[in-house]
């Protein structure tokens, strides 16, 4: 698990161009990356819209956006044309990704507990360490707060 101060995890994930990369690729320039649960799910699509709603705002400032889950490509392509997304979607399929920043944790659900990805985001700076964590996120309000933390960068 990673916190403020750390370097982030250099692993390999497939990028929003459906290709292999890793977040060496932002280095230079402060990333947003958040993790949700699913793709086309009441809180995941509002989130995602609302970093839409922002997208400029980000960058303007200079910031770049990635959301991730285990969705596929395919899923995340359906979900950006259904939504009109702005915000670039990666596939962590195998989970080294969401491992690697602690966002594949045990969750619970009607006394069943199960592994699952926590609605997490992480402010990287351009020197490619950790600035700002945002765990167990609750939706509304949360873009925002990311861009006025991305913005004092």
Known sequence: MV??????PDVTF???DGQPTTLAKWRGRPLVLYFYPKDDT???TKEAQDFTALAGEFEKAG????GVSKDPAKAHQKFTDKYGLKVPLGTDADGALLEAF???VEKS????KYM???RSTFLIGKDGKIAKVWRKVKVPGHAQAVLE???AL
Not at 109 to 112: A, K, T
């Open 3 to 8: 916190d403020v101060g750390d370097a982030a």
């Open 149 to 151: 933390a991305a913005k």
């Open 109 to 112: 659900m009607y006394g069943r």
């Open 116 to 118: 699952g990805i926590e």
């Open 102 to 104: 602690g966002a594949w």
């Open 63 to 66: 910031v770049a956006l990635l």
């Open 14 to 16: 497939e990028g929003p």
């Open 42 to 44: 009441s809180g995941c």
